[in-house]
């Protein structure tokens, strides 16, 4: 059964080199990136493609890894850049075998930078797994990648800064939660007292009987108890909702 790639695309308010950094870099791409709760560069020679090693946590007290060979295309005097990306995983508990794709930088006359992505896998567990990725892993893992890429744009646009934990409940739906918070001033990270934090949790599972997802989100401080809480419903074709 073939499965649609997951492809996601967003600007960011930067020039190309620093976006290239913040996704790059293994210790700030682990940052905002719910995918990866750990990410390590293995020693490579000139002009071997980067090999990495990454973990997630999926609750429970439970991680899985896998392995990964990165390679950037970067052209002098182009307002273009690429990076391609194989990744695989022996894990017993990983639902993806091995797979492919690409992320893709555009620096555009208006100050921004297009970050697009671009990827596809095959899974593990033969025909169980197919029907796990196609209704459940699959459009979670689209939907945390466009989190993830929202996040990195609040980060390298604004000052403030959240650790983001990433966990699957008892009833297969995900939950994210906010952690240490930070402002960045000048460069350096900042923490910010518990009183001033906003603490967020955002639940999102799929509803078999009414075709669709539902989201729940909740964000509250310390001190002024409920900022902001929404909950709503969507499926994954654009422009139906239920």
């Known amino acids: ?26 210790h700030l791409h682990k940052e905002w990136d719910l995918r990866f709760s750990d990410i390590t560069y293995l020693h490579r020679l000139p002009d071997e493609p980067q090999r990495f090693l990454y973990e997630t946590r999926i609750g429970f007290g439970l991680k899985v890894s ?8 970067i052209r002098s005097r182009s307002s273009e850049r690429v990076s391609s990306l194989a990744f695989a995983s022996d894990h017993p508990l990983s639902l993806i075998k091995e797979g492919r794709g690409y992320w893709k930088y555009i620096e555009r006359d208006n100050g921004q930078t297009a970050f697009l992505t671009q990827y ?6 033969g025909l169980p797994g197919s029907w796990i990725d196609r209704f459940l892993f699959r459009p979670l893992l689209s939907w945390a990648t466009a989190w993830s890429f929202d996040a990195l744009r609040l980060w390298i646009e604004q000052i403030l800064l959240s650790e983001l934990h990433l966990e699957a409940s008892s009833d297969g739906g995900l939950v994210i939660t906010s952690g240490r918070q930070w402002l960045l001033i000048g460069g350096k990270k900042i923490p910010l007292s518990a009183w001033l934090c906003g603490s967020s949790t955002v639940y999102e599972a799929y509803d078999e009987e ?33």
């Open 66 to 73: 896998g392995t990964g060979e990165s390679i950037g295309d």
């Open 1 to 26: 059964m073939k499965q649609k790639t997951i492809y996601v695309e967003i600007n960011i308010a930067s020039d190309i080199e620093t976006l290239w950094e913040y996704t790059q870099n293994p």
């Open 210 to 242: 009414m075709n669709c997802f539902s989201i729940k989100v909740h964000v509250k401080n310390r001190i002024l108890g409920t900022l902001f809480s929404y909950r709503g419903t969507f499926r994954e074709t654009e422009g139906e909702t239920c």
């Open 120 to 125: 596809q896998y095959e899974t593990a567990r």
